[in-house]
């Protein structure tokens, strides 16, 4: 146990170099994909650190014992067009989107691109549910919406629901819609009010699992929420534990972090109150559970 333990002491610690290794640039690891965020004032600053980054990076890896796969390696501007760069022979052609940990990111930084391949991909598996589970019940092609498609609307939801617009929400409603009428064995096109079936299902709505989504990202943040200063008039909204609301003007109002901090007043105070965090989030997921 104690040699496990040492060697995934040093796997820690040798991942944590690979951070340290390269100030000119901001790292995000997770598992073995990574990638680097690199910010200048001009054009040609900002391509002259996307190869010294590079350069750095792939020497860490040599150093480390490791290979850096240069044809599986991505390159992405917001704000320019970079151009290609090479990596030990290897050249990287810039791209405008890319995926990274099943999140396709847009150089216009719009979710246009991802909203329509989960659609895509939420329709495919409304077919497998039409396809494998005929023979099924209803409850069992439930289990299957929920592991086959809903699983998928909640994947990165954090990252991209909250900056969704109304036609985006509408889209990607209408590509779940798909799965429940699978679900009850109904054609594809149908009168049918599929808001009735869906509550039927328990379902949330897909606003609703936005929602759903900041509250329990808002119930993990709550020490922050409850850090208020105690001088000052007693309100009935701080008595309620209610936070001063954030600017939601311009960029700032897009960010994940406002948005989340604007749902915490949101949140009933019975459940804001539970000592217990896990039992809170159980509870937020009950509130959008559909009876």
């Known amino acids: 146990m104690l040699v496990q ?26 598992a073995d994909d990574g990638g680097d965020i690199i910010a200048a004032d001009t054009a040609e600053e900002c391509q002259a650190l996307i190869q010294l980054v590079a350069e750095k990076r792939t020497k ?28 030990e022979g290897e050249t990287i052609i810039p791209s405008k989107s890319i995926t990274f940990l099943g999140l396709v990111i847009d150089s216009n930084l719009k979710w246009d691109l991802h909203v329509n391949n989960l659609c895509d991909k939420v329709r495919w598996q409304a077919g497998r549910i039409r396809s494998e589970g005929r023979h099924l019940s209803i409850k069992d092609r439930k289990t299957l919406l929920h592991a086959w498609i809903l699983s998928r609307v909640h994947f990165n939801a954090l990252a991209y629901m909250p900056s969704l617009n109304s036609s985006q929400i509408a889209s990607l409603q209408t590509a779940v819609n798909a799965g429940i009428r699978a ?13 009735e079936l869906r509550q039927k299902l328990e379902i949330p709505s897909v606003d609703d699992i936005r929602d759903q989504v900041l509250f329990k990202a808002a119930i993990r943040n709550r020490n922050k929420y409850t850090a208020q200063p105690t001088s000052g008039p007693q ?16 960029q700032l109002g897009k960010m994940s972090q406002t948005l989340i901090d604007s749902s915490w007043n949101k949140i009933p105070k019975e459940i804001r109150d539970l000592e217990n965090e896990n039992e809170a989030i159980s509870s937020v997921k009950k509130l959008f559970r559909r009876s």
């Open 5 to 30: 333990f040492i060697e995934k002491v040093v796997v820690i610690y040798g991942s944590i170099t690979q951070a340290l290794w390269c100030p000119e640039s901001e790292s995000t690891h997770f």
């Open 60 to 87: 860490w890896f040599n150093l480390a014992g490791l290979s850096l796969n240069a044809k599986k390696s991505e390159l992405i501007g917001f704000g320019f067009d970079p151009a290609p760069i090479t990596i």
């Open 183 to 195: 679900v009850y064995g109904l054609p594809r096109r149908s009168i049918t009010s599929i808001s």
């Open 235 to 250: 309100t009935r909204s701080r008595s309620r534990g209610d936070i001063l609301h954030p600017v939601i003007k311009g």
